[in-house]
């Protein structure tokens, strides 16, 4: 009897030795994925550090930039007037027009001197 215990034995030590392999194998594919996931979230971070650091200085150069033209037009305090910057587009408009109608006067001499 001894010899049909002791080959229920090995084979309940081979069944545990099997499932043991097998999950060590399971531990180290989910050790693989946990670190993939790591690496690819600090890859993420990353980018968003490097787009947040872009949209800041993005931020700051357009500060300065309307800084720059609130003063170039007079809008800060002590400046010119806000009748001026209405003076500088009603100007412009009028330029375009002025330069619609020569440019439409000269097409049109242009014709009668190739009919």
């Known amino acids: 009897m001894s010899t049909s215990r ?8 081979r ?3 099997q ?11 989910l050790r693989g994925v946990t670190t993939d996931i790591h690496d690819d979230v600090e890859r993420q971070n990353l980018i968003l550090d490097d787009t947040g650091n872009t949209f800041t200085s993005f931020a700051n150069s357009l500060t300065q930039t309307s800084r720059r033209a609130a003063h170039a037009f007079g809008l ?4 010119v007037k806000s009748w001026r910057v209405a003076m ?9 027009w002025i330069l ?3 440019w439409w006067w000269w097409s049109g001499s242009a014709d009668d001197v190739v009919s």
């Open 6 to 13: 002791d080959r229920v034995e090995d084979t309940y030590e």
């Open 15 to 17: 069944q545990n030795d």
């Open 19 to 29: 499932r043991l392999d097998e999950l060590h194998s399971k531990i180290r594919t």
């Open 76 to 79: 800060t305090s002590g400046g």
């Open 88 to 96: 500088y587009v009603v100007g412009a408009f009028l330029s375009l």
């Open 100 to 102: 619609g109608k020569v």
